[in-house]
């Protein structure tokens, strides 16, 4: 079992920039992904950026070099730095790590931090 919690979100302006935390706890694992993910109001989930277990990352086209996603494998932390932020950007921003275990998928979830972008 993991928990998930996440940190970081607040107001901010466009061009700005803002770090995100999760901080997992509860096990340990060795095969997984790691991700953000973000919610805006009345639009779909997007899949924002992964990290795996071997340091392989993924991102969203609109995000690619803004963001950047990386892991604290001594503390446990995932983190989104998040640079040069545009009005698009809000939503509410929610950890994911798909654990996998043999053949078994195990997927847990944060409790997400809402990020806004404004003037």
């Known amino acids: 079992q993991v928990q998930l919690v996440e940190s970081g979100g607040g107001l901010v302006q466009p061009g700005g920039s803002l770090r995100l935390s999760c901080a997992a706890s509860?096990?340990?694992?060795?095969?997984?992904?790691m991700g953000w993910y973000r919610q805006a109001p009345g639009k779909q989930r997007e899949r924002v950026a992964t990290?795996?277990?071997?340091?392989?990352?993924n991102y969203f086209d609109p995000v690619k070099g803004r963001f950047t996603i990386s892991k604290d494998n001594v503390n446990d932390t995932a983190y989104l730095q998040m640079n040069n932020l545009k009005p698009e950007d809000t939503a509410v921003y929610y950890c994911?790590?798909?654990?996998?275990?043999?053949?078994?998928?195990?997927?847990?979830w944060g409790q997400g931090t809402p990020v806004t972008v404004s003037s």
């Open positions: 509860g096990s340990h694992f060795s095969a997984y992904v």
């Open positions: 994911n790590v798909k654990l996998m275990s043999g053949s078994t998928m195990y997927e847990y």
């Open positions: 990290i795996s277990n071997m340091g392989i990352t």
